[in-house]
């Protein structure tokens, strides 16, 4: 099977990589570039930890083929930090104890800052709709419904 030439730019940096024809997103951001932070979960589209951003549009990096992605601009947990600091979704998700087990948080983070992003003083129920697709089996979804309401009010620690 030959190669498929792919270049992207990965947290605003430009990548350039080879992949197999089929290759999910999910794949090649963590096998090919390394960047550990979207998650594989399910597999099949129905967990979320693994949504990324593209072109600020929250996609399932397992269910998106790799070769879409060409030209594009992906966003992940991993570019979400500023520098030595958190982003401020990251710093209410610590001061809400939005995070139990962690293995939902990637893809919860991503679905907030898309929410955020393009509304950013969402309702209680635009939250729940937009983390709709990310399933948390550990808090049972009221911390971080609050910590993402305290991040969009800028209610969030140094």
């Known amino acids: 099977m030959s190669k ?22 999910l794949v090649a951001l963590r096998e090919l570039i390394g960047d550990m932070t979207p998650k594989f979960g399910c597999g099949q589209g129905g967990c979320g930890t693994c949504s990324v951003l593209i072109d600020g549009e929250l996609h399932l990096s397992c269910l998106t083929l790799a070769e879409t992605v060409a030209g594009r601009s992906i966003e992940t947990l991993d570019g979400m930090k ?6 401020p979704l990251q710093r209410a998700f610590a001061d809400h104890f939005a995070a139990q087990c962690g293995y939902c948080t990637p893809g919860m983070l991503m679905a907030a800052k898309a929410l955020l992003d393009r509304n950013p003083s969402p309702s209680r129920d635009e939250v729940i ?19 993402i309401l305290a991040a969009a009010s800028g209610r969030v620690s140094a």
């Open 4 to 25: 498929i030439p792919l270049q992207f730019r990965h947290n605003g940096r430009d990548v350039a990589i080879f992949v197999d024809g089929g290759t999910n997103l």
């Open 82 to 87: 500023q520098g030595p600091n958190l982003h």
């Open 129 to 147: 709709e937009a983390i709709s697709g990310n399933i948390c089996r550990c808090t049972g979804y009221e911390p971080i419904i609050n910590a």
